[in-house]
């Protein structure tokens, strides 16, 4: 089983600040999804990373997928009270297959107005 | 497009009864994916169904049990219901399956009492 822990767990930062949230494993992933989950509602997926190094951004928020593919962060930029959210990455392991997504354990956001 | 649609929404039961999910996934999306979501230990993946075959499986005891249609729809069992099976239940849909990023519905909350 490949595990992702994410870092920090919970984070509680003022509107108008930026803030990294990070996604770790031992283990190596042809891909890593970031996906936004709020109250009520299923997570929703926000980018797919897929080559190591690889930088995306997505408005004020910007994506890193580690040189080894076994690690990735996300930027915000400026939060706003719109970000709060949980965040969650999910990888695929490095074979080829159908094999399963595995999603990390999640950072819940707040955001304070 | 219509979106992942899950009924119910909400579910309440007592311990020991059986419950019944239903997910229609995206048109076109031949792979569905069920998690499980508790506060405790995240979102945890159950079983995935392609092309009415179960393709992958989590480690779920056998009160969990699934299947899928021919027109993609999905439904998900729990027997036996037990307290610790109080929890948000997500399916997913892809196109194909494995690392393809993977559209969630709004969840069925499940408590057991």
């Known amino acids: 089983t490949q595990l992702l822990e994410q870092s920090p767990q919970f984070l509680s930062i003022q509107e108008g600040e930026n803030l990294t949230v990070y996604c770790n494993s031992s283990?190596?992933?042809?891909?890593l999804q970031w996906y936004r989950q709020e109250p009520g509602e299923g997570p929703v997926l926000l980018v797919t990373?897929?080559?190591?190094?690889e930088v995306k951004k997505l408005k004020r928020l910007t994506f890193q997928f580690g040189d080894a593919r076994k690690d990735s962060s996300l930027h915000i930029t400026a939060a706003q009270p719109g970000d709060t959210g949980l965040y969650l990455c999910?990888?695929?392991?490095?074979?080829?297959?159908?094999?399963?997504?595995?999603f990390g354990t999640g950072t819940r956001l707040t955001i304070i107005p | 497009k219509a979106g992942v649609t899950q009924t119910p929404r909400y579910l309440i039961k007592t311990r020991g009864q059986q419950v019944t999910l239903s997910c229609s996934p995206i048109s076109g999306h031949r792979s569905v994916s069920w998690y499980q979501q508790t506060p405790g230990q995240g979102l945890q993946f159950l079983f995935e169904?392609?092309?009415?075959?179960?393709?992958n499986k989590g480690n779920f005891p056998g009160r969990f049990s699934g299947r899928q249609f021919s027109n993609s729809r999905s439904e998900m069992n729990v027997s036996t219901l037990e307290l610790g099976d109080s929890a948000l239940y997500l399916c997913?849909?892809?196109?194909?399956?494995?690392?393809?990023?993977?559209?969630f519905g709004n969840g069925t909350r499940l408590t057991v009492t």
């Open positions: 999910a990888g695929s392991p490095s074979n080829f297959g159908n094999e399963k997504l595995t």
């Open positions: 997913a849909s892809s196109s194909q399956g494995g690392d393809s990023p993977l559209h």
């Open positions: 990373v897929v080559t190591g190094g």
């Open positions: 283990s190596v992933f042809s891909s």
């Open positions: 169904y392609f092309s009415e075959t179960q393709r």
